[in-house]
């Protein structure tokens, strides 16, 4: 089997607070500037998973060596995979993509059937996205169909993020609950202060580290279309 090295990636910030800032009593900004410092972590955490899906069509590999999202995948046992498509966002273009996605063969050679668990969209495609998989009725039509999505696949989360925009405002992902994009937590964000007495300037030091990474492994799973 191919193997693929994921380098985790490292957050750590300190925060250094004055003594007598501290001895004032002024803990509430202390904090917020803390808090601060925790959102900024959170964001490029989002970013950096994110751009794993962004990128699928163009720098983001997987174990196969083929872009996350590719016509040629090849599965472990030799089968070859398509899993990308150019089709805009519509009910239609929706079915074809999920079919795709339940047809797909996993790394054994099996049809894995892949049931969808969420449809993963940019801000710009948001509404557009919902309309179309959480209507009652089928979005655009005239004959007030059933919506199959919403009856069927209730479960089916619309998710967005605005970190996608940034690379595509059309392209979306279908992906199921087994999907081979994985997250690795090596040290969950945490944060401790540390006490003047214990620095030579005799300052507070508020320290924040955390290590993990999100990284393209199989691409079993994932139908992606850059619309």
């Not at 972590?41 to 174990?63: K, P």
């Not at 999920?98 to 969808?116: H, M, S």
């Not at 005239?142 to 009856?151: I, M």
Request: hydrophobic share 35%; proline share 3%.
């Amino acid at each position: 089997y191919p193997t693929k090295v994921t380098t985790i990636a490292e957050f750590a910030e300190s925060l250094p607070i004055s003594r007598t800032f501290m001895a004032d009593q002024q803990v509430s900004s202390v904090m917020k500037a803390v808090e601060d410092r925790g959102k900024a972590w959170a964001a490029t955490r989002d970013q950096n998973a994110f751009n794993v899906y962004a990128n699928g069509f163009t720098t983001q590999n997987t174990i196969d060596g083929t872009t996350l999202f590719s016509a040629s995948h090849t599965t472990a046992d030799g089968n070859t995979v398509s899993n990308t498509s150019t089709a805009a966002l519509s009910d239609d273009n929706l079915n074809t993509n999920v079919v795709a996605l339940r047809n797909q063969y996993a790394q054994g050679g099996y049809i894995g059937g892949y049931d969808p668990d969420f449809l993963l969209v940019p801000n710009a495609l948001h509404r557009t996205a919902n309309a179309i998989a959480k209507s009652i009725l089928r979005a655009g039509g005239a004959n007030n169909d059933v919506n199959y999505w919403s009856d069927l696949y209730p479960g089916m989360k619309v998710m967005y993020s605005p970190f996608l925009d940034a690379v595509s405002a059309t392209a979306y992902f279908i992906g199921a609950g087994n999907h081979g994009v994985k997250r690795f937590e090596r040290e969950g964000y945490k944060s401790v202060l540390v006490d003047w007495q214990f620095q030579a300037n005799n300052q507070y030091l508020y320290k924040m580290v955390s290590r993990e990474e999100v990284d393209s492994i199989y691409f079993n799973g994932l139908q992606g279309s850059t619309g």
